[in-house]
């Protein structure tokens, strides 16, 4: 559920720093968005907390794979023969 606020959230801040910068998604550039504008921290904030919970959420897997169970079958990655083997 974080996973879909935090996306939410960045689209939403991202929006945010166009419409104060006067810009649209067609015209932007890099020089043209107004650095000043509010969102841009969120923005970075929540950038930066939804690549930790991808980290998480990839270590979390991983961890489960070699340690539980075959969750990369689960997957259809049976191909894929690493860590915990089901029988």
Not at 12 to 20: H, R
Not at 31 to 43: D, K, L, M, V, Y
Not at 47 to 66: D, I, K, N, P
């Amino acid at each position: 559920l974080l996973f879909y606020v935090v996306l939410i959230g960045l689209g939403l801040s991202g929006m945010g720093i166009l419409a104060l910068s006067g810009l649209t998604p067609f015209n932007v550039t890099p020089e043209a968005i107004n650095s000043e504008a509010p969102p841009i921290a969120g923005h970075f904030i929540l950038s930066r907390v939804y690549l930790a919970l991808l980290v998480a959420h990839l270590v979390g897997v991983f961890r489960y794979q070699f340690l539980e169970g075959n969750v990369f079958a689960r997957m259809g990655l049976g191909w894929l023969k690493i860590g915990r083997q089901s029988p």
